[in-house]
């Protein structure tokens, strides 16, 4: 493969998109499985645990120089501190915007399964991916990808490593599976 058949990517979010740092190899997360699963990617990430919609935004213009593609994924830390599902839904809808300002192909990813805040933060979740539908943006199904049928609103526990974030093997499924580009 030659550069010009690279595609480069500007990932934003939180600790599900930096990759969780209790795995072994802390730099797997969704972009680097992702990329491996297509050599052409090369992702941009700025991320990190525990950030907000309104802190991951602050970030978009930094990271999307050079990029073709915005994938914009956040929005549990907003639920986990009890912020109004419309502040982070509304913060996510102007990244997207911003986004397609600058000429890139956006996508969002929706919110996964929190085992942990299960059942209490269901409701918000649900209806925060439901705001994310209603953008138009593509929608990366994060949530539907690592739900576990037989327990719905949480992951399979090979899925997860504490309950909170993906396994490498969720990680993976996530970048093969539910990564699509816009």
């Known amino acids: 493969m030659n550069a010009s058949d690279a595609i480069v990517v500007a990932a934003l979010g939180d600790s599900i998109t930096a990759g969780s740092p209790w795995d072994e190899d802390p730099a797997i997360g969704w972009p680097a499985a ?3 699963a297509d050599p052409r990617l090369r992702f941009t990430v700025r991320a990190a645990y ?3 919609t309104d802190e991951i935004a602050a970030w978009l213009d930094e990271a999307a120089p050079g990029a073709e593609v915005l994938v914009v994924q956040g ?3 907003d639920i986990a501190q009890g912020l109004p599902v419309a502040h982070a839904a ?3 809808r102007a990244m997207i915007r911003r986004g397609q300002e600058l000429g890139l192909r956006v996508a ?3 919110v996964l399964p929190w085992n942990n805040g299960w059942p209490r933060s269901e409701a918000s979740i649900r209806e925060l991916n439901a705001c994310i539908v209603e953008t138009g943006a593509p929608v990366l199904p994060f949530y ?3 739900e576990n049928p037989e ?3 949480r992951m399979r526990e090979e899925w997860t490593s504490d309950g909170d974030h993906p396994s490498l093997e969720g990680y993976r499924r996530l970048g ?3 990564f699509r580009l816009p």
Do not use: F, Q
């Open 108 to 110: 969002v990813a929706n």
């Open 144 to 146: 539907e990808t690592l």
């Open 90 to 92: 509304e913060n996510l």
């Open 151 to 153: 327990e719905p609103g």
């Open 34 to 36: 992702a990329a491996e």
């Open 176 to 178: 093969e599976l539910a």
């Open 75 to 77: 929005g549990i830390n």
């Open 50 to 52: 525990g950030k907000r």
